[in-house]
């Protein structure tokens, strides 16, 4: 479903899209795009009006957004293809207060990530069962490891790609990533550390020690199936970037500030988990999703404009 979200605070668009609904032959345009994409001939003929008004009231529906249109061959020449470009329109009568932020999120499941550089031991597992085999780098490489809900790996990195959600026109104020997470110790060792990195667009936000690998206890999502003697739960993380700095769990550990971070300059927003070569305690991590370990929660990102 495609959304299209007005305020009165955006006069300008709210007014073209005002303009664009007024018509009762534009209404009857995007009824006739409802299911199907129409060039302007056809839209005319179904309607019965002249090609020129039809094109008239294609270039409204067009300007206030709400259509799409390309140009491709014909049989005389090129032809203008119209598509319906949303399928729902809501408007927020009340203005927000002065300086009042919002916040959009994302929830990514751990298993959808773009890259990674993994290291035995290591391996994935969802709901029912292992992900390829413990141990074989190449597992990350299935197409099941979608479906993971704990990976794990004892150095390297893994690198997710959110969908950047910062409205055009908006600066960001702060984004907060949340994670269960711990170290990775072969089976489970509670005082294994790890020194644990973000990096948010390709930029080194801090590093957060984890304290260890934690299996003494069942987790509370844990599947049945999960044995003990494993990784069970993690802790969970809020890494905030802000205009003071990097924190961790309100722990403050860098002075990167949002403003570093370039957000909003492309349409997605790469988010690294890892370990450095040179840190002092490459320890590995396990990344929890909704179904594992303590927090029914997948990696969440939120950023504040």
């Keep these: 479903m495609k959304y299209v979200e007005l305020d009165t605070d955006n006069a300008e668009q709210l007014c073209a899209v005002a303009k ?3 018509s009762p032959t534009r209404i009857e345009i995007l009824k006739l795009l409802y299911y199907y994409s129409l060039n302007v001939a056809e839209i005319s003929e179904k309607l019965g009006i002249p090609a020129s008004s039809a094109g008239v009231h294609i270039r409204i529906l067009e300007s206030a957004g709400l259509i799409n249109t390309e140009m491709q061959p014909g049989t005389r020449g090129s032809m203008k293809l119209c598509s319906r470009k949303s399928d729902f329109i809501t408007i927020r009568m009340s203005g927000l207060a002065q300086n009042q932020s919002q916040t959009k999120s994302v929830s990514m499941p751990v298993g959808a990530f773009t890259d990674c550089d993994v290291y035995p031991t290591c ?3 969802g709901i029912d069962g292992f992900i390829g085999e413990e141990d074989k780098r190449e597992s990350f490489y299935s197409p099941e490891r979608v479906n993971a809900q704990i990976l794990w790996t004892s150095s390297g990195f893994v690198e997710y790609r959110f969908p950047n959600v ?3 026109g908006k600066v960001a104020k702060s984004l907060l990533l949340s ?13 294994w550390k790890s020194d644990i990195t973000l990096w948010i667009n390709g930029v080194d936000c801090g590093t957060w020690t984890s304290l260890g690998d934690y299996g003494k206890r069942r987790g509370h999502l844990s599947p049945a199936w999960w044995p003990m003697g494993s990784t069970q739960y993690g802790v969970l993380t809020k890494w905030m ?5 990097c924190f961790v769990n309100d722990k403050k ?32 991590f396990n990344i929890f999703g909704k179904a594992f370990g303590d927090y029914p929660q997948d990696i969440v990102l939120s950023i504040e404009y």
């Design 20 to 22: 664009a609904l007024s």
């Design 123 to 125: 391996g994935l597992a």
């Design 166 to 168: 910062l409205p055009k």
């Design 179 to 191: 994670m269960e997470i711990c170290s990775e110790a072969a089976n489970f060792r509670e005082d």
């Design 241 to 245: 970037i802000n205009s003071e700095g």
């Design 253 to 284: 550990i860098s002075d990167v500030g949002i403003d570093k971070l370039n957000i909003g300059n492309d349409f997605y927003i790469p988010v690294r988990i890892g370990n450095k070569p040179d840190s002092q305690f490459i320890g590995g």
